[in-house]
């Protein structure tokens, strides 16, 4: 399924038949959903996942959030290109990272730990450390960095560990990243719990 070349009318029936699927989504994460989705491929990001391939998965994940935003030119993205990331992707991109990490993973958990370590969305030197304590990212009083194997030669990584955003712009864009998760209603599901419930 590749959405491309449609009608306003089209795109928006499209998108209300995705969002009334997210349910079973949710679930089991099918493959219907994983298909091309407005020319985005997710079935290489979730190969990554179930293989537990960490590094590979995160610069995967880096590579499908620039083609998203048209930014893959670039080679980065900015706040402003965040600020407009579309919430259906962002969701399908923790989602999955939930989904193979048992719940550990992904935007919407990390925005859960950051939260709770301030009472709310905020970025400042402090806070940033504290965070990269708490997940992983710092050690020793400082930043692993991209290349260090300890950062991502783990089998059971903390809580809240990947996507290493920090790594792919620098501190601002962890924050620019949880103020969309907020905007577009991310929680932290337990997909675990959920496969547990019959649809």
């Not at 259906?88 to 958990?109: A, E, N, R, T």
Request: hydrophobic content about 35%; overall charge positive.
């Amino acid at each position: 399924m590749i959405w491309s070349d449609r009608s306003p009318s089209q795109v928006k029936s499209q998108k209300s038949k995705v969002k009334i699927r997210m349910g079973t989504f949710l679930a089991t994460i099918t493959v219907s959903i994983l298909e091309k989705n407005e020319n985005i491929e997710y079935s290489t990001l979730e190969n990554l996942l179930k293989q537990k391939k960490w590094k590979e998965a995160d610069w995967e994940t880096f590579n499908i959030m620039l083609k998203v935003t048209n930014r893959e030119k670039e080679g980065g993205l900015d706040t402003e290109s965040i600020k407009k990331f579309s919430c259906l992707h962002l969701h399908i991109i923790d989602l999955l990272w939930q989904k193979y990490s048992d719940d550990k993973l992904g935007f919407s958990v990390q925005s859960e730990i950051y939260y709770s370590l301030a009472g709310k969305l905020e970025y400042n030197d402090e806070l940033s450390q504290n965070f990269g304590e708490k997940v992983g990212w710092r050690e020793a009083g400082k930043w692993l960095s991209y290349s260090d194997s300890r950062l991502f030669n783990i089998s059971q990584p903390e809580q809240g560990r990947f996507p290493v955003t920090r790594y792919w712009q620098g501190n601002f864009f962890v924050n620019d990243i949880f103020f969309r998760v907020e905007t577009c209603k991310l929680k932290h599901i337990s997909i675990s719990a959920i496969n547990r419930k019959k649809f």
